[in-house]
T-cell receptor, first 116, second 112 residues
């Protein structure tokens, strides 16, 4: 089945630790995205990548870092600089960077990070 | 995630009734709109989309209406089923997906 796989589904972190969330897609999509979701709020864009070895900051990039060494993979690192990291993190991908024809933004199942 | 539905406006409907979920969007220049459904503990799932040159689009049991004059979007679900219970998000865009703006969402609760 083609899709986006995020892991782990649940992750606990102590304050001061960096953690990395995995996102893998086998949809042959060029563009990948990371969103943060908090209760009662819409999704907010952290980082996005339109092509391998290139990525751009989104609206709330501070305290996060990403890499895009392979087309299929777009891991997100939540660093100790992120002051309020407890949230639900969603990875998404699309064939192109914008809607065109049947090109829709497809989401993974999410990773819930809790800081202890 | 599991807590996404907290603190959101909730629409409660009886099974079999029609549901209408409303959304006000912010940017009059937005030219593409999407509705997503998010079940507890899962990622958002695409339902239906509409471009700004249309005012209505129908899918299977769902209809999206766009009123550009008042910047209003609605999702109509016919014959609502228990499986429709979820949080529904509208999203607007003008350009690439990196410019997608999501609403806060509405929780739909379907009662037997």
């Amino acid at each position: 089945d083609g899709g986006i796989t995020q892991s782990p589904k649940y992750l606990f972190r102590k304050e001061g630790q960096n953690v990395t969330l995995s996102c893998e897609q086998n949809l042959n999509h060029d563009a990948m995205y990371w969103y943060r979701q908090d209760p009662g709020q819409g999704l907010r864009l952290i980082y996005y990548s339109q092509i391998v070895n290139d990525f751009q900051k989104g609206d709330i990039a501070e305290g996060y870092s990403v890499s895009r060494e392979k087309k299929e993979s777009f891991p997100l690192t939540v660093t100790s600089a992120q002051k309020n990291p407890t949230a639900f993190y969603l990875c998404a991908s699309s064939y192109r960077e914008g809607p065109s024809g049947a090109n829709v933004l497809t989401f993974g199942a999410g990773s819930r990070l809790t800081v202890l | 995630g599991e807590s996404v539905g907290l603190h959101l406006p909730t629409l409660s409907v009886q099974e079999g009734d029609n549901s209408i979920i409303n959304c006000a969007y912010s940017n009059s220049a937005s030219d593409y709109f999407i509705w997503y459904k998010q079940e507890s503990g899962k990622g958002p799932q695409f339902i239906i989309d509409i471009r700004s040159n249309m005012d209505k689009r129908q899918g299977q049991r769902v209809t999206v209406l766009l009123n550009k004059t008042v910047k209003h979007l609605s999702l109509q679900i016919a014959a609502t089923q228990p499986g429709d219970s979820a949080v529904y998000f509208c999203a607007e865009i003008n350009g690439g997906y990196n410019k997608l703006i999501f609403g806060a969402g509405t929780r739909l609760a379907v009662h037997p």
